[in-house]
């Protein structure tokens, strides 16, 4: 609900659990006055003070000056949401309120900067149930050319005089999501990406903050959060500056990078989300979880469990041609798989990383027939058919290069800069993308596929010279991810970029599934899954096989079992990537098997809640809980490695469960309410697994999965 008191020029903007509080003051500047938990009066809060000019005579006044976007120039010495060069040079930017109208959820401020005609309109829209805030900004030239020298999404202020600890996911690939804190200190905290092609996995455009005097926990306490829905180069400010005052600012990077606005014309920044949840991480967890599934993600998608994925990459890499592919699709497809993908290594000459990439036709001697027959052959076995592309890539062997060399970025003064042998193509330039839609578009109708992986492999080195290269770069990205979406809306898209370097916020709206890291050794993943599963929802945790060859080679090196690897299968969006022409008929039986039990609990997974009840991180025992969004059944997976001898955990308390419902769990009846409270005592349970505990520790490579479902009416 968004109200605006005509008396005291404030605008109100509550959620369920939040208030979020701005005024106008004497010379119309917008305010900020409060965020935080939801007001039972919010129409008592007011600017307290309205003298504008004090900012440039006081320094205290200067440091409290908390405008909504705040403006580079007189009197700001802290982080700035939009600088701008005029016609004239000066970049001192004033706006004051212009107009502003209210629609259901959505309030629409539009400031202006008389002086030099521009417009600015902030957008705001409340999440009532989600505890969510949406913001971003257009910025619109009236009359002379203006240049945007720097645009944030949006800034906000936490309260006052209090000290704040921000978590944000840093890592690299192999090792993503790795949470690390850091008090926000006097100064600035800056996360920010300058790779151009994707947001992770060095720093990922989320974060969240809680008070370090209010401790916060995974079930209680107080956080605010927020997420960019930007794929490319971002900047997050963490800022407290001289009298106390605590500022966010998120946005685009703007470092290198100038976007000129001639007459009439006007730049959108991407969307930045905030959130507000009093009951701890867990809280923050399901409304993200909501916003995934209530408004971005794809109806029609969705709603179906996601099938069960056969790979090539893992268990093959290069090494595809079509006889052999037509024999694996009958072992697919009596392993119980349910898509069969064509990972890396069909295209022309690609028997390794030197070449292929840009050349996006079926190699002639490997596939003499083309795709068609394979994707059919998948299809006549009731198997989906999905292939991989790496659209923004290019190898300098291929015929592309040849008959476009000046599509590469590269300097004419300098040698070329390779990462895996390839080049990247300039996706800011409008031919490029053309022949990427093209070719797309192509391999899709073609192959009739129902399934395309879209990988980037490398990052930016070398830029155009136009000033907004980056951002050009971004938007047709995310832009081709949106045709493809549109135009073949029942076709499922997995979002990987070497792992998890896209899992963001702006591509998650035009994809079924995130590759969420190449790691895919079970215990090293076990740490990943805990970050990932903050951000979204686990059936979207992809990677090119999580019953994967052990060991993984690429990886650590530990030999793992195959039923704890294919139970943690279950924990995400499953994939077999192993040799099954080679395999030993046993693990392949084994493989079955889980396939099969795995399709009995996955319409309790897919679109479930995830609960860590207890964390690896933490415990070297994951305890995680999957309960359906209505809360009528869930699943328990236990995973316990390297544990030390006597460690154990007795109780569990569930969580998400309904409190007067009955539920079987082990064959015993209990309610929501005493699993919730009392819990569930797992050693009792699970003592015939651990015979000799005590005297023996068993601490390695433990799972188990414990369903608790609605009883029946007896
Ligand atoms: C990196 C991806 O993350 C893998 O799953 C695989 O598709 C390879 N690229 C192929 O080159």
């Given at each position: 609900m968004i109200k605006y008191y005509e008396k005291t020029r404030t605008f109100i903007i509550e959620t369920k659990s939040s208030s979020y509080i701005f005024g106008l003051n004497d010379r119309s500047v917008p305010l900020h006055i409060y965020y935080g938990a939801r007001l039972a009066h919010?129409?008592?809060?007011?600017?307290?003070?309205?003298?504008?000019?004090?900012?440039?005579?006081?320094?205290?006044?200067?440091?409290?000056?908390?405008?909504?976007?705040?403006?580079?120039?007189?009197?700001?010495?802290?982080?700035?949401?939009?600088?701008?060069?005029?016609?004239?040079?000066?970049s001192d930017t004033e706006l004051t309120y212009k107009n502003h109208s209210i629609v259901q959820n959505e309030l629409r401020l539009t400031l202006s900067d008389d002086i030099y005609s521009l417009d600015v309109t902030l957008v705001y829209r409340a999440f009532d149930e989600l505890d969510m805030i949406e913001r971003y900004a257009v910025i619109t030239a009236c009359g002379e050319t203006v240049t945007i020298e720097n645009a944030a999404s949006a800034n906000i202020f936490l309260p006052s005089g209090q000290n704040y600890e921000v978590m944000t996911f840093s890592g690299s690939h192999m090792r993503e999501y790795t949470p690390y804190t850091n008090i926000i200190p006097r100064g600035k905290l800056v996360f920010e990406t300058r790779r151009t092609v994707s947001a992770g996995p060095y720093h990922v455009p989320f974060f969240t903050v809680t008070n370090t005097s209010a401790p916060c926990t995974e079930t209680y306490g107080e956080l605010y959060y927020g997420m960019l829905k930007y794929s490319g180069n971002f900047r997050n400010v963490f800022e407290k500056n001289q009298s106390g005052t605590v500022k966010i600012t998120t946005g685009i990077n703007f470092h290198d990078t100038k976007i000129e606005l001639k007459n009439g014309e006007s730049f959108e920044t991407p969307t930045a989300i905030f959130g507000y949840s009093d009951s701890g991480v867990c809280g923050m967890r399901r409304n993200i979880y909501d916003l995934e599934y209530e408004k971005l993600a794809m109806r029609s998608n969705i709603e179906k469990p996601f099938p069960i994925i056969y790979n090539s990459w893992y268990p093959y890499f290069f090494g595809i041609e079509e006889e052999k592919l037509v024999r694996l699709i009958d072992k697919v497809a009596d392993l119980g798989a349910e898509l069969f993908v064509i990972d890396d290594g069909w295209m022309q000459g690609r028997t390794n990383d030197r070449a292929g990439l840009g050349d996006w036709f079926p190699d002639k001697e490997r596939f003499p027939n083309g795709l068609l027959p394979i994707s059919k052959k998948a299809h006549d076995k009731g198997l989906l058919f999905g292939l991989w592309v790496e659209p923004e890539m290019i190898n300098e062997s291929s015929e592309l290069y040849k008959e476009h060399p000046e599509w590469v970025l590269c300097y004419k003064t300098r040698e070329k800069s390779?990462?895996?042998?390839q080049l990247v193509l300039n996706f800011a330039r409008e031919d490029v993308y053309n022949f990427a839609q093209e070719t797309v578009d192509r391999l899709i109708e073609e192959n009739e596929l129902d399934y395309l992986k879209w990988d980037m492999n490398r990052y930016i080195t070398e830029k155009d010279t136009l000033r907004d290269f980056e951002i050009k770069f971004t938007q047709n990205v995310m832009r081709l991810y949106k045709h493809i979406r549109e135009k073949y809306p029942r076709l499922l898209i997995e979002n990987c970029a070497h792992g998890g370097a896209r899992a963001d916020f702006g591509l998650f709206e035009y994809c079924d599934r995130i590759n969420r890291s190449d790691n895919a050794d079970p215990v090293d993943v076990l740490k990943l899954h805990e970050g990932f599963a903050m951000m979204f929802p686990p059936r979207y945790a992809g990677g090119a096989g999580n019953i994967a060859p052990s060991p993984y080679n690429s990886t650590n090196g530990r030999v793992s079992p195959l039923s704890y690897r294919a139970t943690l299968g279950m924990t995400g969006s499953m994939s077999v990537g192993f040799d099954i022409l080679k395999a030993d008929e046993k693990d392949i039986e084994k493989t079955r098997e889980m396939i099969k039990y795995y399709k009995t609990i996955r319409p309790i997974l897919h679109n479930s809640y995830f609960y860590p009840l207890s964390s690896y991180i933490q415990n070297k025992t994951a305890i995680w809980q999957y309960t359906e969004r209505n809360g009528r059944n869930a699943v328990i997976f236990i995973f316990a490695h390297g544990l030390i001898a006597g460690e154990q955990i007795r109780n569990i308390k569930l969580r998400g469960l309904i409190g007067d419902m009955l539920y079987e769990i082990n064959g015993k009846r209990l309610s929501g309410d005493t699993l919730m409270k009392y819990g569930f005592d797992l050693m009792d349970e699970l003592k015939d697994d651990f015979p000799k505990y005590l005297e023996e520790p068993i601490g390695d490579f433990y799972s188990k999965i414990i369903e608790v479902r609605e009883a029946k009416t007896e």
């Open positions: 919010p129409e008592e809060m007011t600017l307290k003070s309205t003298n504008d000019t004090e900012r440039f005579t006081s320094s205290v006044k200067s440091f409290e000056y908390r405008q909504e976007y705040v403006t580079f120039g007189r009197g700001i010495y802290d982080e700035e949401s939009i600088k701008l060069r005029y016609h004239d040079g000066i390779y990462t895996r042998h």
